[in-house]
């Protein structure tokens, strides 16, 4: 886990050629059963593409700046720009 106090930190945490930002909280249920299939496509994927995963209560300007409503909330970067956002639904 990376904590980002900046946006300049997070800047530089998505400068990879694919980088997949894994927004989450501890106390969160999908994210935590989601977490086995992160890590198999850190293991898999090492060479590819980057994963981070971001603890919005730790990190909660840069949640805002996001617009991270919901959680768990996957963004895929390409180049540092946003290509692909996957939040829950809120029911």
Known sequence: VIEIKSEDEFNTAINHPFSVIDFYAKWCGPCKRMNPYL???????????????????????????????SLPTLILYENQKSIWKNMRKIL
């Open 39 to 69: 890590e198999k496509m850190k293991s898999e994927m090492k060479d590819d593409l980057v994963i981070i995963s971001i603890d919005v209560d730790q990190n909660e300007s840069l949640a805002q700046a996001l617009k991270i409503e």
